[in-house]
């Protein structure tokens, strides 16, 4: 089972900051097949991300992914209000698809 | 639209059963790979099992395994997830996600979930 350990646990940012949330896997994840949600309280998890760097369709331009192999990195370039939330990597090239434990972005 | 929408959900004592529905429209529901996910209150996504287009392939997380049984009939355009000797700690938000292209692949349309609670 591959793990993947996010990191930090919670970042308190204020709106126009920049983001950078990390995503560290166990072993290789097979062909980046590595992906990032978005969730906010009460909604269900937001595909961001898919193939460690492809952004899903409708998701602003301010969002980005990289990383390959163990290494991830989700973006936000400039934190809009509507960004504070829980995000959360997958990892869906290998049963069981594993999630992080997530990441808080709160307000500061 | 694309559209899931799971139903079947409730207060169950430990031991029993509960079937969840997710009935999907906006898509050609045979084309796509299903997973149902779930999120224990508080707490983290869960991936707990995905299935095949054409039924043929399916996996399950090891905490359900033997115990919860993943199916779809793609004439009624609906996903199932049988969930068989419920503990409490099955106790979640369950939510049915679309594989976005492939057998393995994220979740790129999700429903609103489904809360099962096993409690005595």
């Known amino acids: 089972e591959i793990v993947l350990t996010q990191s930090p646990g919670t970042l308190s940012l204020s709106p126009g900051e920049r983001v950078t949330l990390s995503c560290r896997a166990s072993?290789?994840?097979?062909?980046?097949?590595l992906a990032w949600y978005q969730q906010k309280p009460g909604q269900a998890p937001r595909l961001l991300i898919y193939?460690?760097?492809s952004r899903a369709t409708g998701i602003p331009d301010r969002f980005s992914g990289s990383g390959s192999g163990t290494d991830f990195t989700l973006t936000i370039s400039r934190l809009e209000p509507e960004d504070f939330a829980v995000y959360y990597c997958?990892?869906?090239?290998?049963?069981?698809?594993?999630f992080g434990q997530g990441t808080k972005v709160e307000i500061k | 639209e694309v559209q899931l929408l799971e139903s079947g959900g409730g207060l169950i004592h430990p031991g029993g059963s509960l079937r969840l529905s997710c009935s999907a429209s906006?898509?050609?529901?045979?084309?796509?790979?299903m997973n149902w996910v779930r999120q224990a209150p508080g707490k983290g996504l869960e991936w707990v099992s995905s299935i095949s287009g054409s039924s043929g392939s399916s996996h399950y997380a090891d905490s359900v395994k033997g115990r919860f049984t993943i199916s779809r009939d793609n004439s009624k355009n609906t996903l199932y997830l049988q969930m068989n000797s419920l503990k409490v700690e099955d106790t979640a938000i369950y939510y049915c996600?679309?594989?976005?292209?492939?057998?393995?692949?994220?979740?790129?349309?999700w429903g609103q979930g489904a809360l099962v609670t096993v409690s005595s």
């Open positions: 906006g898509f050609t529901f045979s084309s796509y790979a």
């Open positions: 193939g460690a760097s």
């Open positions: 997958q990892q869906y090239g290998s049963s069981p698809r594993t």
């Open positions: 072993q290789t994840v097979t062909s980046s097949n």
């Open positions: 996600a679309r594989g976005s292209s492939g057998y393995y692949s994220p979740g790129d349309c």
